[in-house]
T-cell receptor
Framework: GQNIDQPTEMTATEGAIVQINCTYQ??????LFWYQQHAGEAPTFLSY??LDGLEEKGRFSSFLSRSKGYSYLLLKELQMKDSASYLC??????????WGAGTKLIIKP | NAGVTQTPKFRVLKTGQSMTLLCAQD?????MYWYRQDPGMGLRLIHY???????AKGEVPDGYNVSRLKKQNFLLGLESAAPSQTSVYFC?????????????FGSGTQLSVL
């Protein structure tokens, strides 16, 4: 079966750095997305990776290793507003999006 | 710029009642989707549409019907609601197929079926 694993919850301190991991086992691979979802709100797009390596966008970076079935989202200089759930999603060989259950990130002062 | 608009935001139904969720997008997107989100689970695709007049089943289509009579609107219907359909429902749209295209989501509908 197809599976995406993310930690359920993580805690970090304001101003610090946190890495949220995502491992996937899917029938093929056509890209990986990260979305941010604040409590009670809609998911919003953060990043897209299709090739191996690191994509940097401001305080957020996303890394992909296709051979390892692994990605991470790196958040730097954490702010209280970064408290949210972070969703990993993979597009399989049939171009279907498979979603992880999300990682709830709690930022403490 | 409204983006994707869903109505209603909250609804409580009794078992067996019916209702329709409305999704509207003003971005001229071809693709539209209905997802449900349950605690501890990833988003699950209910139905989707690749253009006006088309619909297709997703991962969990049973108990739901959809229609896309106009390009900008995508309706999700529950003909006979069941407690298992208690969930948060999200509509989304994209310009191209979602393999390489980000999704734009509506604000969600919290549905409770008693």
């Amino acid at each position: 079966g197809q599976n995406i694993d993310q930690p359920t919850e993580m805690t970090a301190t304001e101003g610090a750095i946190v890495q949220i991991n995502c491992t996937y086992q899917t029938s093929g691979f056509n890209g990986l997305f990260w979305y941010q979802q604040h409590a009670g709100e809609a998911p919003t797009f953060l990043s897209y990776n299709v090739l191996d390596g690191l994509e940097e966008k401001g305080r957020f970076s996303s890394f992909l290793s296709r051979s390892k079935g692994y990605s991470y989202l790196l958040l730097k200089e954490l702010q209280m507003k970064d408290s949210a759930s972070y969703l990993c999603a993979v597009t399989d060989s049939n171009y279907q999006l498979i979603w992880g259950a999300g990682t709830k990130l709690i930022i403490k002062p | 710029n409204a983006g994707v608009t869903q109505t209603p935001k909250f609804r409580v139904l009794k078992t067996g009642q019916s209702m329709t969720l409305l999704c509207a997008q003003d971005m001229n997107h071809e693709y539209m989707y209905w997802y449900r989100q349950d605690p501890g689970m990833g988003l699950r695709l209910i139905h989707y549409s690749v253009g006006e007049g088309t619909t297709a089943k997703g991962e969990v289509p049973d108990g739901y019907n959809v229609s896309r009579l106009k390009k900008q609107n995508f309706l999700l219907g529950l003909e006979s609601a069941a407690p298992s359909q208690t969930s948060v429902y999200f509509c989304a749209s994209s310009y191209k197929e979602p393999a390489q295209e980000k999704l734009f989501f509506g604000s969600g509908t919290q549905l409770s079926v008693l």
